[in-house]
C-alpha cells in the first residue's frame, strides 16, 4: 500500500473594525437623557417655579461728586498777514 501524500492548508482571516459609529449613538444618548430630566424636573416642581416678588417702585439715588471744568488754554493768536 502505497502511503498517501498530506495535504495542509491554512486560513486567514482578516477583520476589520469600524470604531467611531457609536460617538453619534452617545451623543443621542446624552441629549435623550437631559430632555427626560427636564421633564422629570418639571412635572416634580407641578411645573411652577417660584420666582422673587419683584418690588412696584425702586427708589435709586446716586449722588456724583461736583468735577470742575478744565481750564482750557488761550486761543493762539492769528498769523500777521503780510
Known amino acids: 500500500m502505497a502511503e498517501q501524500p498530506t495535504v495542509s492548508s491554512s486560513t486567514t482571516t482578516h477583520t476589520t473594525e469600524r470604531s467611531g459609529g457609536n460617538g453619534w449613538l452617545a451623543f443621542l444618548v446624552g441629549g435623550l437623557l437631559v430632555v427626560v430630566a427636564i421633564i422629570a424636573w418639571m412635572m416634580m416642581s407641578g411645573g411652577q417655579v417660584e420666582q ?25 493768536s492769528p498769523a500777521p498777514s503780510k
Open 52 to 76: 422673587p416678588a419683584i418690588p412696584d417702585e425702586i427708589d435709586v439715588n446716586v449722588t456724583t461728586p461736583e468735577v470742575p471744568a478744565p481750564s482750557l488754554p488761550d486761543a493762539p
